[in-house]
């Protein structure tokens, strides 16, 4: 019935949306003798902002066409390198291409918002790797006759995603993924896998919950999975190719992250209607970009949601060393010769301080040479991947363990 809510909300804005869109050319046409005056753009502003609260964002697209080498330009084609009914395993390759380039494969957080969240961080690594990065699906547009999908699943899907690409990959999980990461690579590890990746890299991930616990974990902990599983999983309306599909939609997702920083959003979408209203182009286009993703959200699989909650969030299994793969304890020792660095944000309200770094205190057999950490200050989560300091200060210690992992 929720679901159903949301979308006859959604139907209902319809016109009032297009109403919005309408007014707001009208008074930005070139045309129009008022398009200039202050009255024009405090209308235009105000219709835009109109306009975007009652848009449905649908997924974006990367959009990455180029990538400078140099002085020159290099030409970037986006290729689906492999596919299955949960996720595409999407290749940015270059002509010219760069073979000595090492292999990245950048898992995508699938909580919510669409893997084109990493578009920065797609690009900032581009110069330096050969770039591979998980498009996860919309549950919402899976049909039911695809099965189920869970974090066994998802587990299984990373280790063919790592046969495609060969060995001498090396992986980067972006905040949720740095679990099943984190175990694919010890389950990789214990069988002697060829393709076990060369290094991983692990940003503001959930490794271990238990320290220095943020809302979101108190949250959980406090609820009980039982609970999220009557208050957050619905099924799919029949509007959508999923419909009958147990799923945690990704409105609802966007609720809990807006309500945490509420003011912070007012305040921003304040200051991008005065942007506007004063014509200052290049701020606002900034904050239209931010908004058009973060507003772009998708919805995870019922099975998959719960299991994350349960085994990461409120049971802690890969800290505790429960953590199991259909049936087999996963065993973090096994990893000896996969390069481990972790990076962390000191602002981070979604994954805390010391949640990442606790991979070091449960990966005991890999050689200190092949360690590293960085805690980055003044940035929240977004800026653990994103941003100019993750440009800044991140990237050139990513690339440098990285480079030193091949040796």
Known sequence: ????????????????????????????????????????????????????????????????????RGKEKVGISEVVLWSK????????????????????????PMSGHFATLLRGTVEAMLPHADVYVTDW?????????????????????????????????????VCQPSVPVLAAVALMAERNDPNLPLSMVLMG?????????????????????????????????????????DVYPGFMQLTGFV??????????????YWHLVEGNVAKASKQKEFYDEYLSVMDLTGEFYLQTVERVFIRHDLAVGSFEHRGHRVDLNAIRSTALLTVEGE?????????????????????????????QKGVGHFGVFNGSRFQRDMVPKIVEFIERSRS
């Not at 991930?205 to 902990?221: E, F, H, L, Q």
């Open 205 to 245: 991930g959930p490794i271990d919950t238990r320290k220095n616990p943020t809302a979101v974990n108190r949250y959980a902990g406090e609820r009980g999975v039982n609970w999220f599983r009557r208050n957050a999983i619905v099924q799919v309306p029949w509007m959508h190719p999923g419909y009958g599909r």
């Open 1 to 68: 019935m929720l679901y159903h809510l949301y979308e006859l909300n959604q139907a209902a804005a319809a016109p009032l949306n297009a109403a919005a869109g309408f007014s707001q050319y009208f008074w930005t046409h070139p045309n129009n003798p008022f398009s200039d005056t202050a009255l024009g753009r405090t209308m235009a502003a105000s219709m835009e902002i109109v306009e975007r609260t009652t848009r449905r964002f649908r997924r974006p697209e990367f959009g990455i066409s180029e990538m400078k």
């Open 85 to 108: 009914p949960f996720c595409r395993l999407l290749h940015f390759k270059k002509e010219p291409a760069e073979t000595a380039q090492p292999k990245l494969l950048i898992v995508a």
């Open 137 to 173: 699906i919309d549950a919402r547009e899976v049909p039911v006759n695809q099965g189920l999908f869970d974090l066994d699943d998802y587990i299984d899907y990373l280790f063919e995603m790592l046969a495609q690409l060969g060995p001498s990959t090396h992986v980067m999980a």
């Open 259 to 272: 309500a945490m920083n509420l003011d912070r959003h007012v305040g921003a979408h304040r200051e991008l």
């Open 347 to 375: 602002r981070d309200d979604i994954s805390g301080v010391g949640q990442t770094y606790a991979a070091h205190e449960l990966c005991k057999n890999i050689p200190v040479a092949r360690r590293g950490h960085h805690l």
